[in-house]
């Protein structure tokens, strides 16, 4: 068990739609990341949070957008969803903001159809 | 372009065999971890190396860093079917983000 918390484990959407990806760090961290993972592409970056500020940018598509709240949890939102976001996301966090060594959650799989 | 070129894809060995797999980048990077992702689950941190040629053992797995901190390795010895997994490298880019390779699936089978 890392201590950090990814809900909802599974979630299963229409074309369209609209979800939320909920993530709380472990204990004292104050970085929170999110990757999506898919059998193509691999794990990609998508986005970071430090202590409540958008810290990096990656690939992450305009349909998506994320935040973290003074409790330092984090909430992915995935909007006008598409087959091809079908994929595991994860959320990780770390102490500080370097990406020297961070904790990943278990996941959420998120398919779409 | 992956940032992180791991070697090779897949590997499939018997139970007691010695495998290796290798990450190499042509940037430097201040550290690099490897973690193992099993199906359905979230990468585990194996280990975080930060030093030109530093080597580090965990049981039967043995990383390595590279003299000028471009490459990596991460050799198991005897492996068992319990090592079976994906085995993937990240290092974190000039602007701190941690960049993963593809990964290197291993299969151990009894």
């Known amino acids: 068990d890392s201590g950090v918390t990814q809900t909802p484990k599974h979630l299963i959407t229409a074309t369209g739609q609209r979800v939320t990806l909920r993530c709380s760090p472990r204990s004292g961290d104050l970085s929170v990341y999110w990757y999506q993972q898919s059998l193509d592409q691999g794990l990609q970056f998508l986005i970071q949070?430090?202590?409540?500020?958008?810290?990096a940018k990656g690939n992450i598509l305009e349909r998506f957008s994320a935040q973290q709240f003074p409790d330092l949890h984090s909430e992915l939102n995935l909007s006008s969803l598409e087959l091809g976001d079908s994929a595991l996301y994860f959320c990780?966090?770390?102490?500080?903001?370097?990406?020297?060594?961070?904790?990943f959650g278990e996941g959420s799989w998120l398919t779409v159809v | 372009t992956q940032l992180l070129e791991q070697s090779p894809q897949f590997l499939s060995i018997q139970e007691g065999e010695n495998l290796t797999v290798y990450c190499n980048s042509s940037?430097?990077?201040?550290?690099l971890q490897w973690y193992r992702q099993e199906p359905g689950e979230g990468p585990v941190l194996l280990v975080t190396?930060?030093?030109?040629?530093e080597v580090k053992k965990l049981k039967r797995l043995t990383f390595q860093f590279g003299d000028a901190r471009k490459d990596s390795s991460l050799h198991i010895t005897a492996a068992q079917p319990g090592d079976t997994g994906l085995y993937l490298c990240a290092g974190p880019d000039s602007w701190g983000k941690l960049q993963f390779g593809a990964g290197t699936q291993v299969v151990v089978t009894p």
């Open positions: 190396v930060v030093t030109g040629g």
């Open positions: 990780a966090s770390s102490p500080d903001s370097s990406g020297n060594t961070i904790y």
């Open positions: 940037s430097v990077f201040s550290s």
């Open positions: 949070y430090y202590n409540g500020e958008e810290r």
